[in-house]
């Protein structure tokens, strides 16, 4: 794992970060809502994202403090085969890169950035070619920079122990691997919906 700081050298903006965000796919089934009871649903819905993902993707995470941004990560990062204890939140380095998984993947953390200099000097822009994989939370503080086809996940509190979680995509390839991350949730929901008694009949018959 490494870790980049305010401290790394100005990075000149590329001309694609300043154009204006894509719209949406005409062909989306997008925006998907969804209500989180629990950080297991969170890290299932983020494991489901994680192994629908090829490479060089871009997730926007926005909500509020405490509302499961560095959670669903986790569970990202579970899905591209990575150490979910891995994560934690990159508030006071800005940007944590792990590459134990299939894809590398940059946890960006944007909350502390109060102006564009300093976003520009995290080297954020850097990560949007190749491979890697960039979660951002606080997406908010850093828009204009951010590539025109991305994953848009809000997230906000619904009540003591639940989240409501809104997921949208501002371009094609991004409205493909979120299509296909809506199918593996669903698929692993219904198995998580089984009884216990289902379960156990199920594993007996497999074992005889």
């Known amino acids: 794992m490494r870790s980049s700081g305010l401290k790394r050298p100005n990075v000149t903006r590329s001309a694609k970060a300043k154009q204006p965000a894509a719209r949406r796919s005409a062909t989306s089934s997008l925006p998907w809502k969804l209500v989180s009871t629990s950080h297991r649903h969170t890290d299932r819905l983020g494991q489901a994202i994680g192994r629908a993902l090829r490479g060089g993707e ?12 560095t959670a669903l990560v986790r569970g990202i990062a579970q899905g591209l085969g990575a150490s979910p204890t891995a994560i934690s939140s990159p508030t006071f380095v800005v940007i944590h890169e792990y590459d134990q998984g299939r894809l590398p993947l940059a946890h960006v953390d944007l ?6 200099r300093e976003l520009e000097s995290t080297g954020l822009i850097e990560y949007f070619s190749g491979q890697t994989v960039t979660a951002i939370e606080w997406a908010d503080k850093g828009l204009a920079a951010l590539p025109q086809d991305r994953i848009e996940i809000a997230l906000n509190h619904r009540a003591a122990r639940s989240r409501t979680i809104q997921l949208s995509v501002t371009g094609p390839r991004s409205d493909e691997v979120l299509a296909l991350a809506r199918v593996q949730y669903n698929q692993t929901s219904r198995v998580h919906r089984a009884s216990p008694r289902r379960v156990l009949d199920r594993e007996k018959t497999t074992r005889s």
């Open 111 to 116: 909350y502390r950035i109060r102006s564009p």
């Open 58 to 69: 871009t997730i926007a995470l926005y909500g509020p403090l405490g509302a499961g941004k």
